[in-house]
């Protein structure tokens, strides 16, 4: 395989068959239901990418009432 080949992206259930082997590969016992909701959970996962706009909204309004002391002290780190 060559450097400049990207490895080929498996599909969400790829995934989900693979982590479901690794589970049954070490004999753990998971009652049906759990099994479901895990299944439903990996293949229904998608990777967004991280928008940072939206995650420093999200920081700041976390933050509550300390947000200008956040924001100075922020300030201040970088200078």
Do not use: N, W
């Amino acid at each position: 395989m060559a450097k400049s080949e990207k490895k080929s992206q498996k599909t969400p259930e790829e995934k989900c068959t693979e982590i479901m082997q690794g589970i049954d590969a070490y004999g753990f016992d998971i009652p049906d239901d759990v099994r479901a909701q895990i299944e439903r959970q990996i293949t229904e996962k998608t990777e967004d990418p991280i928008d940072i706009g939206r995650f420093t909204k999200e920081f700041f309004a976390f933050s509550g009432v300390s947000f200008s002391q956040m924001g100075v002290s922020i300030l201040l780190s970088i200078v």
